[in-house]
């Protein structure tokens, strides 16, 4: 089993910045993916962004267009955290975010092709 656990969120102004982390512990995969979602009230959970790691180094990573520019996915292999740092926030970027890993590396931005899920951290961005 792996476990992972959000933190970051808060309340931010528009056009401010916020790092959430995704600290995961349990059974860890030499390879694998770890992505991040977002789901907004009375909306499907979405595909943030993703990244593939093999051996300290990350190969590849992923982000929806929504975010392309804005979001950068980076990891800290010591302390078995992933981040996502989140700049130019606008109000609809107002969600909650998931972190998600996969055991199996691959850059899917499917929400069921991930096997475990942290609990999530609240965004709110104002306007």
């Known amino acids: 089993q792996v476990q992972l656990v959000e933190s970051g969120g808060g309340l931010v102004q528009a056009g401010g910045s916020l790092r959430l982390s995704c600290a995961a512990s349990?059974?860890?995969?030499?390879?694998?993916?770890l992505g991040w979602f977002r789901q907004a009230p009375g909306k499907e959970r979405e595909f943030v962004a993703t990244?593939?790691?093999?051996?300290?180094?990350?190969?590849?990573?992923h982000y929806a267009d929504s975010v392309k520019g804005r979001f950068t996915i980076s990891r800290d292999n010591s302390k078995n955290t992933v981040y996502l740092q989140m700049n130019s926030l606008s109000p609809e970027d107002t969600a909650v975010y998931y972190c998600?890993?996969?055991?199996?590396?691959?850059?899917?931005?499917?929400?069921?092709?991930?096997?475990?899920w942290g609990q999530g951290t609240q965004v709110t961005v104002s306007s």
């Open positions: 998600a890993a996969r055991r199996v590396a691959a850059l899917t931005s499917r929400p069921s092709d991930y096997d475990y």
């Open positions: 349990g059974r860890t995969f030499s390879r694998n993916s």
């Open positions: 990244h593939i790691w093999y051996g300290g180094i990350t190969y590849d990573a």
